[in-house]
T-cell receptor, first 116, second 113 residues
């Protein structure tokens, strides 16, 4: 299995809702990443998990809350989002943070989030 | 500090003609360089990578790129464009000491029939 699976593919939520995005990989990768991508822009790093511990938080607002329950699973919990948070949310993984220099990242297909 | 410049925001070619997407990078240390492709409303797929081995790198779908340290470039080429190549292409750099990837702004490739 060489894929990163993201669910749901599309999500529409109101500004008072609570929702979660899910990312799963079974490649034995120990580094996992959340990116946010606005239209016609490159992905922007949000969070990095390394061996299930939060390694990097790129000053992301607290309305985004990541969680890594185990080495295969990465969640992004969403609460009280704003319309400007509408974007494509991409999950990625690599064997480790260090080995990403050699192997690159494997990306999921993303969740298209619309906040209304 | 690392940075990536993709000189063209949009490139348009005719089907069957060569493709050239340009990428220049800045890195304090020996970099790894990657090209990713993103089709509309999809995730990013790795096309090819340079990680300090051969400077001419071959990737999937007939793409290749050449690492030129003297020019700090890593341009992406393909001899003959196909309609399915129409997508957004990102050049990415990661050096030995940087923790994460730095993405270029992207180049949108259009392929005309």
């Amino acid at each position: 299995d060489t894929e990163v699976t993201q669910t749901p593919k599309h999500l529409v939520m109101g500004m008072t809702n609570k929702k979660s995005l899910k990312c799963e990989q079974h490649m034995g990768h120990r580094a996992m990443y959340w990116y946010k991508q606005k239209a016609k822009k490159p992905p922007e790093l949000m969070f990095v998990y390394s061996y299930e511990k939060l390694s990097i938080n790129e000053s992301v607002p607290s309305r985004f809350s990541p969680e890594c329950p185990n080495s295969s699973l990465l969640n992004l919990h969403l609460h009280a989002l704003q319309p400007e948070d509408s974007a494509l949310y991409l999950c990625a993984s690599s064997p480790s943070e260090t080995e990403s220099r050699v192997y690159g990242y494997t990306f999921g297909s993303g969740t298209r989030l619309t906040v209304v | 500090a690392q940075s990536v410049t993709q000189l063209d925001s949009h490139v348009s070619v005719s089907e069957g003609t060569p493709v050239l997407l340009r990428c220049n990078y800045s890195s304090s240390y020996s970099p790894s360089l990657f090209w990713y492709v993103q089709h509309p409303n999809k995730g990013l797929q790795l096309l090819l990578k340079y990680t300090s081995a051969a400077t001419l790198v071959k990737g999937i779908n007939g793409f290749e790129a050449e690492f030129k340290k003297s020019e700090t470039s890593f341009h992406l080429t393909k001899p003959s464009a196909h309609m399915s190549d129409a997508a957004e292409y990102f050049c990415v750099v990661r050096d030995n000491y940087g923790q994460n990837f730095v993405f270029g702004p992207g180049t949108r490739l259009s392929v005309l029939p």
